[in-house]
């Protein structure tokens, strides 16, 4: 999907992706967003002021046509904390190296390290369980 595509899907430009989804959530990988902020309210919102930080606190200072501005404004002045952490979850690090080659992903036979996992797992105490026990029909 292009930048265009994204501007007429979720309203907002591919910058604002992250923003868009701290404010009304994921499901997919889950994380609520915060109360009250729908898709049309992040859209309306986020396609004036871009990114969370920019928008300001008091719902009067938005000039943006959205139901219950100052409830939403109040939602965001209160968790503010969360939606940033909710932007952070939804943002794609591309800084961090995985790995230097796919070749690294391909699996080759379990690692030196594998054999001692195991033992440790097989070691650990578990709940017994005790037998099922079958009831007459007498």
Not at 60 to 76: F, I
């Amino acid at each position: 999907m292009d930048e265009a595509g994204v501007t007429q899907k979720f309203g907002v430009t591919p910058a604002s992706i992250p923003d868009y989804l701290a404010l009304v959530g994921d499901s997919a990988d889950g994380y609520p967003g915060l109360p009250g902020w729908g898709a049309k309210s992040s859209a309306a919102v986020l396609a004036k002021f871009i990114h969370l930080e920019s928008i300001p606190a008091d719902s009067r200072e938005w000039h943006v046509n959205v139901a219950n501005a100052s409830t939403l404004a109040d939602t965001l002045s209160r968790e503010r904390e969360q939606a940033l952490l909710f932007r952070k979850l939804a943002t794609l690090r591309t800084d961090i190296a995985l790995f230097d080659d796919v070749e690294q992903l391909r699996w080759i036979a379990p690692t030196p390290a594998f054999a001692a996992l195991a033992a440790q797992l097989d070691a650990a105490v578990t709940e017994s369980r005790r037998p099922a026990t079958r009831r007459s029909s007498a």
